[in-house]
């Protein structure tokens, strides 16, 4: 009877962890459906010259370039989003994986619980610069 009773228990206990990864998955991808990225909030002297400073060596960082970064890890943003890591007003770093190593410093503008804005801080190319975007110690680093 003992054995029986410990047997259904962590049977439920099973079936609540799988119930709650779903209802967590939901959240995921309806999160992930309305992060919009924002351009135009962002667009100062320091954000263009980092775009076009290596025009010289090849390298310019287009709009497609750096939507496609961040499209790639919606997923990962709504999930740190989720679990706390990213708040309104956060800041931190996406880096992709094309030829030019582009790296973004995003701050995350919570518009609505669904809604977030992405606002671009800074943009960095590994190619352009010849080195590795520097992290902040203990912040958030999410790679494509």
């Known amino acids: 009877m003992m054995l029986v009773y410990i047997f259904m228990c962590m049977g439920m206990k099973s079936l609540i962890k799988e119930e709650i990864?779903?209802?967590?998955?939901?959240k995921v991808s309806q999160l992930s459906a309305?992060?919009?990225?924002?351009?135009?909030?962002?667009?100062?002297?320091?954000?263009?010259?980092?775009r076009f400073r290596h025009k010289d060596k090849g390298?310019?960082?287009?709009?497609?370039?750096i939507t496609n970064v961040v499209n790639k890890v919606k997923d990962d943003i709504s999930f740190y989003i989720i679990q706390g890591d990213i708040k309104n007003g956060s800041?931190?770093?996406?880096?992709?994986?094309?030829?030019?190593?582009?790296?973004?410093?995003?701050i995350a503008n919570e518009i609505s619980p669904y809604i977030w804005e992405l606002v671009i801080s800074t943009i960095f190319s590994e190619?352009?610069?010849?080195?590795q975007f520097r992290v902040g110690r203990n912040q958030l680093h999410i790679k494509a």
């Open 21 to 26: 990864s779903l209802l967590l998955e939901k």
């Open 34 to 50: 309305n992060i919009k990225l924002s351009f135009e909030l962002q667009d100062t002297a320091h954000s263009r010259g980092r």
């Open 59 to 65: 390298v310019i960082i287009t709009n497609s370039e």
């Open 91 to 106: 800041e931190f770093v996406v880096t992709g994986d094309s030829d030019k190593v582009i790296s973004l410093s995003l």
């Open 127 to 131: 190619k352009g610069e010849g080195t």
